[in-house]
Every structure is written in C-alpha cells, then in structure tokens.
C-alpha cells in the first residue's frame, strides 16, 4: 500500500530555535497534504491544507507565521516550527491522498513527529 | 455547532468477545465515513470507508454500519484479539472532502 515518511520522528530543541519536519510520500503523487496536531488523548486537529506549488491553508486560529508550510514538490511538503516554544511540544502527523485515488479515498498518514521544546 | 462524538471511556473486554464502538455526530451530513486505527505513538491507519447510501460494511473481522438518520456509525470487531487492542478513530467527510476525526476510542482486549 502506499507510504508516508515523516521525519524526523522525535525531535528535543532548545526554546527560541526553529524545527524542521517533513513529510514525503513515497510511490504516490499527492497534491494535497495535511499537517495535524494531536495532543495526549485527544484527536488530530487539522492545522493547515498544503496544496503543491500554491500556498498553504491555515485553519482558524493557527499561526502561519508560526507554522511554515511548503509544499514545493508532489511528494514533499514540509512543516517548520518557528521560534518554538515549550506549548509548541506536540505530536505533529502528515497525511496525503494519492492524486489518483479519488476524492474519497483514503488517507495515509505519516509516523508522526514528537516535538519537545526545553 | 458540529460535533463528532466517541466514547472518550477505555473499552475492555475479553478476548474473543466483540467489540462495537460508536461514533455519533451532529450537525453534519457526511457524504462518507471513515474509521482508522492508531497505536501510540503512530499515525493512524486506514480500516474501512462506508459511504452515506451504504449501511454495512464488511472486511475480515471488522464490520461497520453507517445509520444516517440516527446520525451514529457502529464499529464492530468480532473475535476480538489483544492485537486489535488500539485507539479507533471515526471521521466524517466534510465540505471539500476534507476529514474530521472524533476523539477516539481506546479499546483493551485482555487475553
């Protein structure tokens, strides 16, 4: 079936840095993917709809300064937390639809991306 | 307001026993549903799609009904394993085709 690589899958920063996470479908071509957060116990919340070669789209209440989102290839989209802080500590999960699967199909997620920020 | 509700409550039953989850929803009107399943520390994983003109779905152990006038979705896995013992997750299709997941519901399966 298809697959999405997230990396990295846990990452420790220092408070002030940025942080980097991408998410890469590897046999499917997605021109759409989504960036959630999920904390402990509770559901993903969708943050933002990457969209290849346009931008991002940012759910209410979602910083997109924040939150960088690029999407600059069909199977790439990367997710960079700016000026992290310690409330910035989450699990962070991608997912994609492969382009030709329909609009129902389903999604593949990612492993997810621990976040902790000291 | 919309709201997509599980059982926030641990499901434990024994092995062997089925298992049935609910998803309730109001103020929406999924076109489809999906149910995914996420061990921790994971992202989840796909199990079953119903759409809103079907009203059961099968796959191995798993079964799904989908009762749009009641506004609820039922998960069922028979012959429960400790394997299936995970965090099932509803999701309804929404305007645009975009997803929104309950909160999901943790099953224990005890050998």
């Known amino acids: 079936g298809a697959v999405v690589s997230q990396h990295p899958s846990r990452v420790i920063c220092k408070s002030g840095t940025s942080v980097k996470i991408e998410c890469r479908s590897l046999d499917f071509q997605a021109t759409t993917m989504f960036w959630y957060r999920q904390f402990p116990k509770k559901s993903l919340m969708l943050m933002a709809t990457s969209n290849e070669g346009s931008k991002a789209t940012y759910e209410q209440g979602v910083e997109k300064d924040k939150f960088l989102i690029n999407h600059a290839s069909l199977t790439l989209s990367t997710l960079t937390v700016t000026s992290a802080h310690p409330e910035d500590s989450s699990f962070y999960i991608c997912s994609a639809r492969d382009s030709s699967g329909g609009v129902a199909g389903e999604l593949f997620f990612g492993e997810g991306s621990r976040l902790t920020v000291l | 307001s919309q709201k997509i509700e599980q059982n926030s409550e641990a499901l434990n039953i024994q092995e062997g026993k089925t298992a049935t989850l609910t998803c309730n929803y109001t103020n929406y009107s999924p076109a489809y549903l999906q149910w995914y399943r996420q061990d921790p520390g994971r992202g989840p994983v796909f199990l079953l799609l119903?759409?809103?003109?079907?009203k059961e779905k099968r796959k191995e152990r798993l079964k799904v009904t989908f009762d749009t006038t009641l506004k609820q979705s039922l998960f069922h896995i028979t012959a429960s394993q400790p394997a299936d013992s995970a965090t099932y997750l509803c999701?309804?299709?929404?305007?645009?085709?975009?997803?929104?997941f309950g909160g999901g519901t943790r099953l224990m399966v005890k050998p």
């Open positions: 119903i759409r809103e003109n079907e």
């Open positions: 999701a309804l299709s929404g305007a645009g085709n975009m997803l929104t």
